[in-house]
């Protein structure tokens, strides 16, 4: 227990009651205040779980929202084209699943293009 109200040992037994009093007052005060930056510590590691759970979705979901998109762009070309016999579509947003061998490819990673040898 700290002391936080200070009172003269000669002062009346009242004002040290009091004095006792408030401090233990303080000290349950204190120990509630650390209850609760203990939940807000867990609340926010779990926010910024989920936070990044959200975030690698979003990007997910960008990716596959994409890929329809141009798997929709292909056959659209192919069916005003007349083309749609024998069709396969892979779309590769990135190399990601895509393996690279020695000599046949060049990535560049900046302009993000694979160009073929």
Not at 3 to 14: E, W
Not at 95 to 100: P, Q, Y
């Amino acid at each position: 227990m700290k002391n936080r109200i200070s009172i003269d040992p000669s002062a009346p037994d009242s004002l040290l009651t009091g004095a006792k009093i408030i401090n233990e007052n303080f000290d349950q005060i204190d120990s509630k205040l650390d209850q609760i930056d203990s939940k807000i510590e867990q609340f926010d590691t779990v926010a910024r779980s989920e936070i990044a759970y959200l975030h690698w979705r979003a990007g997910i979901n960008e990716k596959s929202i994409l890929e329809i998109a141009l798997e929709l762009e292909t056959l659209k070309g192919a069916i005003l084209n007349g083309l749609t016999n024998n069709i396969y579509i892979e779309s590769f947003i990135d190399i990601e699943d895509v393996t690279l061998l020695n000599g046949a490819t060049k990535h560049d990673s900046t302009n993000k293009k694979v160009y073929l040898a």
